[in-house]
């Protein structure tokens, strides 16, 4: 007790003559420890804990609904609100992503409300002044209400004291327009935030990049009508969140730190708000063309056409920057010779499965063996077989009948394209070669009617195509000698091109149902529907029937419910859908993301029981951390789908259990129940149900060791009890190595690192030549907190707020990263960073590169002792240089290591017989067969390994500079 009383007078002393230096009152009670405030007393408590971004001073606040808290962060060390909510709220200190949007964003389980408050001093919007003024933002996707603002607005008067004037600002011009007398007529003043911006230019992110320009609206870009490679304008909205894209243009001002701002912040893409964006000329004149887009400080940016570069460079600059972006994946391996369905109860598995049956199927064999092995109940799946890629390869092997071409008359050119390849019997194959082959990709790229036109055609002509005589017989006689003919069977994709290291591939492809006694066109239900599915059918629709809003989505579901109850599954179509599935829309972009060549993509199936009657079901993410199984898990009872419930507002339970390598559950963290069960209960009702899953996760670990992550799909069978029936690895490959090969290391001749101590932060700055980097990071180590300033190690590197380029005094990039959207990638993003500007300003002479490390050469010791002088005298190392990167180290143990940067090597390799290896680099590269760890985790810079070959895994130095 003494110590803890100690310890919160040299808190407050500290924060007193930190105040008294910065100007700043203290007041003991205003924030714990710096991190936030419950209540903002003063002006001067709000400009303590703001952040600033294009001009503007702002705090990010949260209300706790739930717990009756109010937390006013500081947004200088927690810019958003994840990390925050994890480090200052300990029932969710293991908040998993999915979880948290849940929380802060779901309809039923909302339990939090949060956004950004701004200071104005004098304000002037539409003719109005406003002045001592606090305006507040509520982050929100579709569901934002008058409730929800007029509740927040309750919370933020009754904990804010130095203003009683207060401005609700809305981010969407369409809210806005539909909201804003609501507020009038409670008394809550609006504005929207693109007004406050007075029409200027802003620049959210410098940097150049290549793609198609495009404007989108709202309805299509919910709807995924965009490209990794397209650069989005976005008219009189803002989405909430977006995936991969080459470019952003708002004609909305972006609040600073949003999710937009910070995902192209993390994607290195240009992102401006230019409010006549969609009238600029330089914009209309290069609308859906592949373009060089470059934004700058200050607002401005260019536009570069085909025009503006000799021919085809521009394409082939673009491909190099598609490239640049994504990992080399291993080439896609298909062995179409094997016609072998594969039986898994009758035949051990084989690692080389995958190559016929996909991995899907492979890992479905594997782990239906191990759990096997160890005791639990599999015998549902007793009668489980592969289908090989052989009849997909055979499918697509025919030409089609004219007939199908009638149904593309809407679009002539591609109903003639159609009638003349039938009438020349053209192979399915060769008509798909010819619509995406090379030339062809970029038209589909760019002309989105096009793409769908196109990808419509080629699934329509697999679907429509009959299966080859003999296999459709003979995969309906094994179905007969396995299962009844009323048991409904799933025909799950398993492509080569999905469930694999670095490609996950999870919801691209489809899988669909058959059953042997469903006839076609008959006006029976589904021979292969069981009482209660209907049962469960019909209670659905007369629940959506009863709500009082009855909006499309609603009319939508009941609709789709009631085909469900008519709906016959014949099994040649669910085969023909299956193989169609490779061309939907999704599955073409994802590939072409990838860089995958679609001709290389193969389907095969995998084929047992469809899940019925089920009484729950779910989805896992299982990470392997210093010996413990994190297991994240999400649940809803009977067959409710996780992802697209068929009652809107359904809420999934979710929980994250830890437990040792055996199973034994060490922990239990509960953040969402769900609301389809009794109160009080769970999805899985007993607790021996979540143990029996937790051990069947923890016993997969003996065949799926080499990944540190992976998922799981699940459910609970009334007859089997609970089944575990995909698992696919989470496991990244990193970009290609000669795109972001490091130019800069800290034993550069000439570059030396000092320190700037202020207000809590410690600046950073490294110098080389003319050049000067600078990070700027929150004051303590979380490795070692006794020291008094931060040890500036990649674990510091990836809380770091500010990263800065200069030349001179001229700041020539600048960017804001935050450690929970950057731990898998920040590496690499730092290296590129300065590859790309070093190599185009490179500080040196021409006789010596960065990359070369200290050309002359630097010994072992020297080397060592360049970063820890007092504690390396004692070691006996041998008189040996270090050579220069080197590309080596694929794998080494259990785990799997990036093949490129910072990379060290020692030159003599006959030492007494031992390798000594010298690693820069920010993974855990201290896995070993017996202890494997993730190797996507930041941990030591320098490691020296030993031992006779380089497969040696013994460590004998592993500390982490300061540079």
């Not at 909305?252 to 409010?275: D, E, K, M, Y």
């Not at 051990?348 to 639990?376: I, P, R």
């Not at 799909?713 to 007859?719: A, H, K, L, N, S």
């Amino acid at each position: 007790m003494k110590k803890i009383l100690y310890l919160h007078l040299v808190s407050f002393l500290f924060c007193c003559i930190f105040s008294f230096l910065s100007s700043h009152p203290c007041s003991a009670n205003t924030a714990d420890h710096g991190k936030f405030a419950s209540k903002l007393q003063t002006l001067e408590n709000f400009n303590s804990l703001a952040a600033h971004e294009n001009n503007k001073s702002f705090v990010k606040f949260l209300v706790d609904w739930k717990n009756n808290q109010r937390y006013f962060q500081n947004t200088q060390l927690y810019p958003f609100h994840l990390p925050f909510i994890r480090e200052n709220m300990k029932e969710y200190e293991n908040l998993p992503l999915h979880a948290y949007e849940d929380l802060l964003f779901g309809t039923t389980n909302k339990i939090f409300s949060s956004g950004a408050l701004y200071y104005f001093e004098n304000l002037e919007v539409n003719g109005q002044n406003y002045s001592n003024t606090v305006g507040f933002t509520i982050y929100h996707r579709a569901n934002l209400s008058i409730q929800e603002i007029q509740k927040s607005y309750q919370a933020l008067k009754e904990n804010i004291s130095f203003t009683d004037s207060f401005l609700f600002i809305f981010e969407d011009k369409i809210f806005y327009n539909s909201l804003k007398k609501d507020l009038d007529n409670i008394n809550i003043r609006s504005v929207l935030y693109s007004t406050l911006e007075k029409n200027k230019n802003i620049t959210y992110n410098t940097a150049k990049s290549y793609g198609h320009l495009k404007i989108i609206n709202r309805s299509d870009f919910e709807k995924g009508f965009y490209t990794s490679k397209d650069i989005l304008i976005f008219e009189d909205f803002l989405p909430l969140d977006i995936g991969p894209l080459s470019g952003v243009i708002s004609t909305n001002a972006q609040t600073p730190h949003s999710h937009v701002v910070l995902r192209t912040i993390n994607q290195n893409i240009p992102n401006i708000f230019l409010s006549d964006a969609t009238n600029n000329e330089l914009i209309k004149n290069n609308l859906n063309k592949l373009v060089e887009f470059k934004t700058f400080v200050n607002g401005e940016f260019s536009i570069r056409g085909s025009e503006d570069f000799s021919e085809g460079q521009l394409e082939q600059l673009a491909s190099v920057y598609f490239a640049s972006r994504v990992p080399i994946l291993p080439p896609l391996t298909a062995d179409i010779s094997n016609n072998k369905f594969l039986f898994i109860h009758e035949k051990a598995y084989q690692v080389d499965e995958h190559n016929s049956y996909g991995a899907k199927s492979g890992n479905f064999h594997l782990l239906d063996q191990e759990l096997t092995a160890q005791g639990f109940d599999r015998e549902r799946f007793k009668h489980s077989f592969l289908v090989p890629f052989f009849y997909y390869n055979q499918h697509l092997g025919q030409s089609y009948n004219f007939k199908i071409c009638k149904k593309f008359e809407y679009n002539p050119s591609l109903y003639q394209f159609c009638k003349k390849n039938a009438e020349q019997e053209t192979s399915i194959k060769e008509v798909i070669n010819f619509l995406v082959n090379k030339n062809e990709l970029g038209n589909l790229l760019a002309d989105i009617q096009l793409r769908k036109d196109v990808l419509s055609f080629i699934r329509k002509i697999i679907e429509d195509s009959p299966l080859d005589t003999v296999f459709e017989s003979d995969i309906k006689n094994e179905i007969q000698k396995r299962f009844s003919s009323t048991e409904r069977i799933r025909f799950r994709s398993s492509s080569n091109a999905e469930d694999l290291p670095g490609i996950s591939g999870a919801g691209i492809y489809e899988s669909k149902s058959g059953c042997l006694a469903d006839e076609k066109n008959s006006s029976t239900s589904s021979k292969c529907l069981t009482k209660l599915e209907i049962s469960r059918i019909q209670d659905r629709i007369q629940k959506l029937s009863a709500l009082s809003e009855q909006n499309e989505v609603i009319k939508e579901l009941i609709q789709d419910l009631q085909k469900k109850l008519k709906k016959h599954y014949l099994i040649s179509d669910a085969i023909t859908k299956v193989y169609a599935s490779m061309w939907s829309e999704k599955a073409f972009l994802h590939r072409d993301y990838y860089r995958i060549t679609h001709l290389d993509a193969y389907m095969g199936m995998l084929v047992h029981d469809s899940s019925k009657d089920e009484q729950a079901n779910g989805v896992g993410i299982i990470e392997l951390k210093n010996k413990i199984l994190n297991i994240s898990l999400v649940l809803q009872n009977e067959d409710f789908s996780i992802t697209n419930p068929e009652i809107p507002f359904l809420t999934a339970e979710n929980v994250l259990f830890k437990s040792d390598l055996q199973g034994k559950i060490l922990e239990e963290n509960i953040f969402t129940y769900s609301n389809n069960v009794i109160p009080g209960e769970r999805v899985l009702s007993t607790n021996k149900n979540y143990q029996n899953l937790v051990k069947q996760i923890a016993t997969l670990r003996n065949s799926f060791n080499q990944y540190s992550q992976y998922d799981i799909e699940f459910i609970w069978d009334p007859t089997f009890g609970l089944l575990i029936k995909q698992i696919r690895p989470l496991v990244k490959i990193l970009p290609p190595s000669k795109e972001y090969t490091v130019n800069l290391n800290p034993f550069s001749s000439g570059s030396y690192r000092y320190q700037e101590h202020n207000h809590g932060w410690n600046s950073y700055n490294l110098l080389v030549g003319d050049y000067k980097l600078s990070f700027t990071t929150p004051e303590g180590d979380d490795s070692n907190p006794s020291r008094n300033t931060t040890r500036f190690g990649w674990r510091a590197l990836l809380r770091f707020n500010q990263f800065n380029i200069q030349k001179g005094e001229e700041l020539i990039h600048s960017h804001s990263v935050w450690a929970d959207e950057l731990v898998d990638h920040a590496y690499f993003y730092y290296c590129r960073l300065i590859q790309e500007y070093f190599d185009q300003n490179p500080p040196l002479s021409n006789n010596t590169t960065l990359s070369d490390g200290i050309s002359s050469g630097v010994s072992l010791k020297n080397l060592l002792e360049f970063f820890w002088k007092d504690e390396v005298s004692n070691l006996k190392l041998p008189d040996v240089t270090i050579a220069k990167p080197k590309k080596v180290l694929e794998r080494r143990g259990q785990s799997t290591f990036p093949d490129q940067i910072c990379f060290y090597r020692v030159t003599d390799r006959n030492i007494h017989g031992l390798n000594y290896l010298v690693l820069y680099s920010p993974f855990d590269v201290s896995a070993t067969p017996q202890n494997p760890r993730n190797p996507f985790e930041p941990s030591s810079i320098i490691t020296l390994w030993y031992g006779d070959d380089e497969n040696s895994n013994t460590i004998i130095f592993n500390k982490a500079p300061m540079i």
